[in-house]
């Protein structure tokens, strides 16, 4: 298994995953053009995009869906309109092709907003962005993936400093808007175990975070958790730059 994530960030959202048989988009928020080319590097095209998986109904994740047939459409009712998706259950596994796929529930001020967990033979995916704080309950279906990639959205003192509006910022910080690095790493500590091998910030703020400043972060809080993060390869996403990840071989 391994992964693409094409753009991450407040502009638009789209991450591929791929196994020996199957092709999975997590998010549309992005112009097909650039998935279309994104596939291209690895022979392949839109028509072989096996399910599209869609975490929440905000535009930066959602804004193409009618690129794809509702068929291979699946998100948590609500999240769109029926008719346009299957509609899963939180924590209900289901099949594409060979790879097991749950959602799980996060907390973010949308319509029934969902992780991903990605299953297929020994490996694992943890994909989780957009939530103000990390639901514990989730530890016991989510831990110890292959890969994680969870969101790291801002540091706070940036975000207190920008020039955006109060309620905007308070929006942000609530428990219904998106992780600081602090509580990204917190949580990242709560559903990695001995398998992991790979973390991956996502969708870090281009007004109110750096790459530097989260992984700093990260390394403050497993120093102070006394967890050795030199046994993980730990990287940020970008909102532009595509980073492939998981066990990739040209």
């Known amino acids: 298994m391994f992964f693409d994530i094409i753009n991450s960030g407040s502009k638009g959202n789209a991450t591929l995953v791929f196994t020996k048989e199957t092709t999975i988009l997590i998010d549309m928020g992005i112009p097909i053009k650039v998935i279309e080319e994104e596939l291209s590097k690895f022979g392949k095209s839109i028509k072989d995009i096996d399910a599209v998986l869609i975490t929440h109904n905000h535009a930066d994740h959602y804004r193409n869906i009618k690129t794809f047939s509702p068929k291979k459409m699946y998100s948590l009712e609500g999240t769109i309109p029926g008719s346009l998706s299957n509609v899963i259950e939180i924590y209900k596994p289901f099949k594409v092709i060979d790879v097991e796929i749950i959602a799980f529930p996060t907390s973010h001020d949308a319509t029934n907003p969902c ?136």
Request: some cysteine; aromatic content about 8%; overall charge negative.
């Open 115 to 250: 992780g991903f967990l990605l299953k297929e033979g020994s490996e694992s995916l943890v994909y989780m962005t957009d939530t103000g704080t990390y639901l514990s309950n989730n530890t016991p279906y989510i831990k110890n993936p292959t890969y994680l990639v969870i969101e790291s959205n801002h540091d706070i003192q940036m975000l207190l400093h920008t020039n955006r509006p109060m309620e905007l910022i308070q929006r942000i910080m609530s428990d219904y808007g998106h992780l600081c690095n602090e509580d990204s790493a917190f949580a990242a500590l709560e559903i990695i175990g001995e398998d992991t091998k790979e973390i991956v910030l996502a969708h870090l703020s281009e007004e109110a975070n750096t790459p530097e400043l989260a992984l700093a972060a990260y390394h403050k809080v497993f120093q102070y958790a006394r967890v050795n993060l030199d046994k993980y390869k730990l990287r940020c996403a970008n909102q532009n730059i595509p980073l492939i990840g998981g066990n990739y071989e040209d």
